[in-house]
Nanobody
Framework: QVQLVESGGGLVQAGGSLILSCTAS????????MGWYRRAPGKQRELVAT???????NYADSVKGRFTISRDNAKRTVYVQMNSLKAEDTAVYYC???????????????WGQGTQVTVSS
């Protein structure tokens, strides 16, 4: 059973930094796109950043220049380095990965359980 486990959330002051990690495990054949999404209170879940298996990245306009997504394919882990955090970055952050499980012919989208990031102003 494929699982994504996130870590690294917490409370930080505005202007500070955090790094989130997400590791995939369990019956994995191949991992394709990985990414981070977030859901702020009272809002819909939105894209933060994605990265393909070859390293091509995509960012939401709201985080460009402040957040950096990266991955370590050997460790099956995706990271997001978040700098210059703002109060409006407060949200639950979710890891997402498109994974082809062992013995499966197609990939499926998997989600982590979410990790809270709170930025105090």
């Amino acid at each position: 059973q494929v699982q994504l486990v996130e870590s690294g959330g917490g409370l930080v002051q505005a202007g500070g930094s955090l790094i989130l990690s997400c590791t995939a495990s369990g019956g994995i054949g191949s991992i394709y796109d990985m990414g981070w999404y977030r859901r702020a209170p009272g809002k819909q879940r939105e894209l933060v950043a994605t990265i393909t298996d070859s390293g091509t990245t995509n960012y939401a306009d709201s985080v460009k220049g402040r957040f950096t997504i990266s991955r370590d394919n050997a460790k099956r882990t995706v990271y997001v380095q978040m700098n210059s955090l703002k109060a409006e970055d407060t949200a639950v952050y979710y890891c997402n990965a498109h994974v082809r499980a062992i013995l499966q012919s197609r990939s499926s989208s998997y989600w982590g359980q979410g990790t809270q990031v709170t930025v105090s102003s």
